[in-house]
């Protein structure tokens, strides 16, 4: 099982959301950025290396909204979703097709790797404030 984790990026009531590019089996669909954790590494310290190799910023881990197991065809997944806030950096998408700020009722517009979509759900029915 690969374990990653994901940030729940906060700003001015909306989240931050990405896009990604060309190949697996989520290309082109959207999702909440982050990442594999390699060997030694906390779900924290995953999530703050992952956010800046993604997007050049420095964030602050506050804390685990979900944790769960999700498997697709290929490849059996854990995953930690932790919310977090923009400490510094200017936002550069680096590894993601586009990025956008959205308010979690516009969550629903867009086409979700299916392993985020229980967390789109929490967010949209107000489970993670």
């Known amino acids: 099982m690969i374990h990653v984790t994901a940030a729940i990026i906060r700003s001015n009531g909306k989240i931050l959301i990405c896009r990604r590019g060309e190949g697996g089996s989520c290309a082109?669909?959207?999702?909440?950025?982050?990442?594999?954790?390699?060997?030694g590494e906390t779900p924290f310290q995953?999530?703050?290396?992952?956010?800046?190799e993604e997007l050049s910023l420095e964030i602050k881990p506050?804390?685990?909204i979900d944790e769960y197991a999700y498997s697709y065809p290929d490849k059996d997944i854990m995953?930690?979703?932790i919310e977090a806030e923009i400490v510094s950096g200017e936002l550069q998408p680096l590894v993601h097709e586009e990025i956008c700020w959205v308010v979690p009722e516009e969550l629903t517009n867009y086409e979700w790797c299916p392993a985020d979509r229980r967390v789109v759900d929490g967010l949209l029915h107000k489970h993670f404030s």
């Open 28 to 39: 082109h669909l959207w999702e909440f950025p982050g990442g594999k954790i390699e060997a």
């Open 62 to 64: 506050l804390r685990i």
């Open 46 to 52: 995953c999530i703050v290396r992952e956010i800046q």
């Open 79 to 81: 995953f930690t979703f």
